[in-house]
Nanobody, 124 residues
Framework: QVQLVESGGGSVQAGDSLRLSCAASGRTSSSTTMGWFRQAPGKEREFVAY????????YYTDSVKGRFVISKDNAKSTVYLHMNRLKPEDTAIYYCASTRSLDALHLGARYDNWGQGTQVTISS
């Protein structure tokens, strides 16, 4: 099992920035990739970004491309999501997740372990 703990959420105004952290522990050696997802009230869970542990390849959903940056610290088994120029539509609970998969990494169904989530609220 991999345990994931998110932190860094909060309430900020549109245009501001936040950095989310996801600390992984347990049997992390089986994980190939870490992803961030979000879910707004009454909406389906949405993929945000992922990063591959080996090599650091990243991928983003179009709505956050150019504003959000996913990064990692392998030594600390920690993944970050730098969120810049935030918009009200970014308001959601943000979850980090770990997968052993090598494909379809934008799909939540590919992820084995999930954190508890951290609330991000953006006001206009």
């Amino acid at each position: 099992q991999v345990q994931l703990v998110e932190s860094g959420g909060g309430s900020v105004q549109a245009g501001d920035s936040l950095r989310l952290s996801c600390a992984a522990s347990g049997r992390t050696s089986s994980s190939t990739t870490m992803g961030w997802f979000r879910q707004a009230p009454g909406k389906e869970r949405e993929f945000v970004a992922y990063i591959v542990w080996s090599g650091g390849y990243t991928y983003y959903t179009d709505s956050v491309k150019g504003r959000f940056v996913i990064s990692k610290d392998n030594a600390k088994s920690t993944v970050y999501l730098h969120m810049n120029r935030l918009k009200p539509e970014d308001t959601a609970i943000y979850y980090c997740a770990s997968t052993r998969s090598l494909d379809a990494l934008h799909l939540g169904a590919r992820y084995d372990n999930w954190g508890q989530g951290t609330q991000v609220t953006i006001s206009s």
